[in-house]
């Protein structure tokens, strides 16, 4: 079991190793209880999010895996 304390300021990083960002937040839709998108403030640019308010938004599909980092894969 992953806690939402246990994601805090977790660094994010591609699939290739390229470090992101830190994870700054969570969207959720609490009616169905989904998880929808990341929100990361950046240590780069990385042209394939969007960003909002300084931060990526990054879309929970895109979730790789979740450990030591949250890894994601880029933006088809």
Same mark, same amino acid.
Not at 20 to 34: A, R, S, W
Not at 58 to 69: N, T
């Given at each position: 079991?992953?806690?939402a304390? @246990? ?7 591609? @699939? &290739? ?11 959720? &839709? ?6 929808? @998108?990341?929100? $990361?403030? +950046? @240590?780069?640019? %990385? &042209?394939?999010? !969007?960003?909002?308010?300084?931060? /990526?938004v990054? +879309?929970? !599909? /895109? $979730? ?5 980092? %949250? $890894? ?5």
């Amino acid at each position: 079991m992953i806690t939402a304390k @246990s994601l805090a300021k977790k660094t994010v990083t591609l @699939s &290739d190793g390229t470090i992101v960002g830190e994870l700054y937040n969570i969207l959720v &839709d609490f009616k169905t209880g989904t998880l929808l @998108s990341l929100l $990361v403030k +950046p @240590s780069r640019k %990385v &042209d394939d999010f !969007e960003m909002q308010d300084g931060l /990526y938004v990054i +879309p929970f !599909e /895109y $979730v790789k895996a979740v450990s030591d980092y %949250v $890894v994601i894969n880029r933006r088809r």
